[in-house]
Protein backbone atom coordinates (compact mmCIF):
# COMPACT_ATOMS: atom_id res chain seq x y z
CA UNK A 1 0.00 0.00 0.00
CA UNK A 2 1.34 3.45 -1.02
CA UNK A 3 1.95 5.97 1.72
CA UNK A 4 -0.51 8.08 -0.39
CA UNK A 5 -3.48 5.58 -0.01
CA UNK A 6 -1.93 5.14 4.04
CA UNK A 7 -2.70 8.78 4.47
CA UNK A 8 -6.10 9.08 2.79
CA UNK A 9 -7.63 5.76 4.62
CA UNK A 10 -6.40 7.74 7.57
CA UNK A 11 -7.76 10.98 6.73
CA UNK A 12 -11.22 9.52 6.25
CA UNK A 13 -11.24 6.93 9.09
CA UNK A 14 -10.45 10.17 11.32
CA UNK A 15 -12.63 12.22 9.84
CA UNK A 16 -15.60 9.74 10.28
CA UNK A 17 -14.74 9.16 13.42
CA UNK A 18 -15.07 12.81 14.38
CA UNK A 19 -17.88 13.37 12.50
CA UNK A 20 -19.60 10.78 14.31
CA UNK A 21 -18.54 11.90 17.96
CA UNK A 22 -20.60 15.17 16.85
CA UNK A 23 -23.42 13.69 15.25
CA UNK A 24 -23.46 11.61 18.58
CA UNK A 25 -22.52 13.77 21.24
CA UNK A 26 -25.80 13.61 22.83
CA UNK A 27 -25.83 9.94 23.20
CA UNK A 28 -22.11 9.44 23.63
CA UNK A 29 -21.25 11.60 26.75
CA UNK A 30 -23.09 9.89 29.71
CA UNK A 31 -21.69 6.59 27.76
CA UNK A 32 -17.91 8.01 28.77
CA UNK A 33 -18.82 9.34 32.20
CA UNK A 34 -18.91 12.65 31.37
CA UNK A 35 -21.10 15.68 32.61
CA UNK A 36 -21.21 16.92 29.07
CA UNK A 37 -20.16 16.89 25.60
CA UNK A 38 -17.68 19.59 25.75
CA UNK A 39 -14.77 17.35 26.04
CA UNK A 40 -15.78 15.08 23.04
CA UNK A 41 -16.61 18.12 20.96
CA UNK A 42 -13.12 19.67 21.70
CA UNK A 43 -11.59 15.81 20.75
CA UNK A 44 -14.04 15.99 17.60
CA UNK A 45 -13.07 19.20 16.04
CA UNK A 46 -8.89 18.07 17.01
CA UNK A 47 -9.43 15.48 15.20
CA UNK A 48 -10.84 16.94 11.70
CA UNK A 49 -8.13 19.27 11.82
CA UNK A 50 -5.76 15.99 12.06
CA UNK A 51 -8.00 14.52 9.53
CA UNK A 52 -7.44 17.80 7.13
CA UNK A 53 -3.43 17.67 7.56
CA UNK A 54 -3.72 13.98 7.14
CA UNK A 55 -5.57 14.67 3.58
CA UNK A 56 -3.21 17.54 2.99
CA UNK A 57 0.21 15.54 3.08
CA UNK A 58 -1.47 12.78 1.10
CA UNK A 59 -1.99 14.49 -1.70
CA UNK A 60 1.45 15.45 -2.26
CA UNK A 61 3.54 13.65 -5.42
CA UNK A 62 5.88 12.38 -2.40
CA UNK A 63 5.91 12.00 1.37
CA UNK A 64 8.75 12.06 3.23
CA UNK A 65 9.57 9.28 5.68
CA UNK A 66 9.66 12.14 8.30
CA UNK A 67 5.80 13.02 7.80
CA UNK A 68 4.80 9.49 8.05
CA UNK A 69 6.72 8.99 11.02
CA UNK A 70 5.12 11.91 12.59
CA UNK A 71 1.80 11.33 11.84
CA UNK A 72 2.65 7.82 13.29
CA UNK A 73 3.98 9.14 16.15
CA UNK A 74 0.63 10.91 16.91
CA UNK A 75 -1.44 7.98 16.24
CA UNK A 76 0.72 6.09 18.94
CA UNK A 77 -0.06 9.21 21.63
CA UNK A 78 -3.86 8.60 20.87
CA UNK A 79 -3.43 4.44 21.24
CA UNK A 80 -1.46 5.24 24.47
CA UNK A 81 -4.05 8.33 25.25
CA UNK A 82 -7.01 5.60 24.71
CA UNK A 83 -5.11 2.99 27.28
CA UNK A 84 -4.80 5.48 29.83
CA UNK A 85 -8.18 6.50 29.65
CA UNK A 86 -9.38 2.95 29.83
CA UNK A 87 -7.61 2.64 33.08
CA UNK A 88 -8.28 5.49 34.87
CA UNK A 89 -12.16 5.64 34.06
CA UNK A 90 -13.21 2.19 33.09
CA UNK A 91 -15.40 2.14 35.91
CA UNK A 92 -17.17 5.76 34.92
CA UNK A 93 -17.20 3.65 31.50
CA UNK A 94 -20.17 1.64 30.28
CA UNK A 95 -19.08 -0.96 28.45
CA UNK A 96 -20.04 0.40 25.26
CA UNK A 97 -17.75 3.16 25.41
CA UNK A 98 -15.17 0.83 26.16
CA UNK A 99 -15.49 -1.53 23.73
CA UNK A 100 -15.37 2.08 20.86
CA UNK A 101 -12.44 3.18 22.96
CA UNK A 102 -10.37 -0.33 22.29
CA UNK A 103 -12.16 -0.72 18.83
CA UNK A 104 -10.73 2.61 17.72
CA UNK A 105 -7.42 2.80 19.70
CA UNK A 106 -6.95 -0.86 17.35
CA UNK A 107 -7.32 0.78 14.21
CA UNK A 108 -5.04 4.03 15.15
CA UNK A 109 -2.62 1.09 15.84
CA UNK A 110 -3.00 -0.76 12.68
CA UNK A 111 -2.46 2.99 11.05
CA UNK A 112 0.47 3.94 12.95
CA UNK A 113 2.28 0.41 12.31
CA UNK A 114 1.57 0.84 8.34
CA UNK A 115 3.08 4.51 8.42
CA UNK A 116 6.04 3.20 10.00
CA UNK A 117 6.15 0.53 7.95
CA UNK A 118 5.80 3.08 4.77
CA UNK A 119 8.29 5.27 6.05
CA UNK A 120 11.01 2.31 6.26
CA UNK A 121 11.40 3.13 10.38
CA UNK A 122 9.97 -0.08 10.64
CA UNK A 123 12.67 -2.36 9.31
CA UNK A 124 15.43 0.14 11.05
CA UNK A 125 13.75 -0.90 14.38
CA UNK A 126 13.50 -4.20 13.70
CA UNK A 127 16.82 -4.17 12.81
CA UNK A 128 18.55 -2.16 15.62
Not at 54 to 63: A, G, H, K, M
Amino acid sequence: MTPNRILTLNAFSTAGCALAMLLGRGVLYPLFGLSSPMLLDVLAVGLLAYAAALWIVSRQDSISPSSLLAFALVDDAWVVGSAIALELFWADMAPVARMLTIAVALVVAVFAILQFRAAGWWAALRTA
